[in-house]
T-cell receptor
Framework: AQSVTQLGSHVSVSEGALVLLRCNYS??????LFWYVQYPNQGLQLLLK??????LVKGINGFEAEFKKSETSFHLTKPSAHMSDAAEYFC????????????FGTGTSLTVIP | DADVTQTPRNRITKTGKRIMLECSQT?????MYWYRQDPGLGLRLIYY???????NKGEISDGYSVSRQAQAKFSLSLESAIPNQTALYFC???????????FGSGTRLTVV
């Protein structure tokens, strides 16, 4: 079965600092990869997705992620954290041969320190 | 109006009671899903449906049942609620394209 690992359930960064949220997956076939963000008391919102096009994917709110097949990783980055980035972030993987069913990581809570 | 609407938003119920959570969508998607979210565990799939006549169990279906009343409606039932079913429940939809899921705003269920 597919698995998704998010290293670090809690990450704190200073405002203006680099944001790096890690995601590794296990898949025997090239997967589709996603990052979702959940703000307090809200549902999940798609940040960005990788579906076998360019390996560096740009999303909303200045976030981007790079698919590295050799490392089975899809880490999320943002050059400069903003207070409004404080939220829960989920990495998700979908395998084409499973009907595109999603598998989610356990989430990383991002705190931005002023 | 939201693309995926969940009702109720919050619910407190007693142990042993039957409760239904409802989900409706205006996306026109064939695929619908129910997840529960627990702190530290992420989202876990309860049930999913790829069309009106298709219902499939997810990884944690015990204690739950679903009904796909129409393409746009997918309800989740707890036949006899228990306290460890206290969680945040999300409905999601998708289509055959790899566009990701569209999530509802969630239902916070507390079983006392």
């Amino acid at each position: 079965a597919q698995s998704v690992t998010q290293l670090g359930s809690h990450v704190s960064v200073s405002e203006g600092a680099l944001v790096l949220l890690r995601c590794n997956y296990s898949s025997s076939v090239p997967p589709y990869l996603f990052w979702y963000v959940q703000y307090p008391n809200q549902g999940l919102q798609l940040l960005l997705k990788y579906t076998s096009a360019a390996t560096l994917v740009k999303g909303i709110n200045g976030f981007e992620a790079e698919f590295k097949k050799s490392e089975t990783s899809f880490h999320l980055t943002k050059p400069s954290a903003h207070m409004s980035d404080a939220a829960e972030y989920f990495c998700a993987v979908s395998e084409p041969n499973t009907g595109n069913q999603f598998y989610f990581g356990t989430g990383t809570s991002l705190t931005v320190i002023p | 109006d939201a693309d995926v609407t969940q009702t109720p938003r919050n619910r407190i119920t007693k142990t042993g009671k039957r409760i239904m959570l409802e989900c409706s969508q205006t996306k026109g998607h064939d695929r619908m899903y129910w997840y529960r979210q627990d702190p530290g565990l992420g989202l876990r799939l309860i049930y999913y449906s790829f069309d009106v006549k298709d219902i499939n169990k997810g990884e944690i279906s015990d204690g739950y049942s679903v009904s796909r009343q129409a393409q746009a409606k997918f309800s989740l039932s707890l036949e006899s609620a228990i306290p460890n079913q206290t969680a945040l429940y999300f409905c999601a939809t998708s289509d055959l394209k790899v566009d990701g899921y569209t999530f509802g705003s969630g239902t916070r269920l507390t079983v006392v």
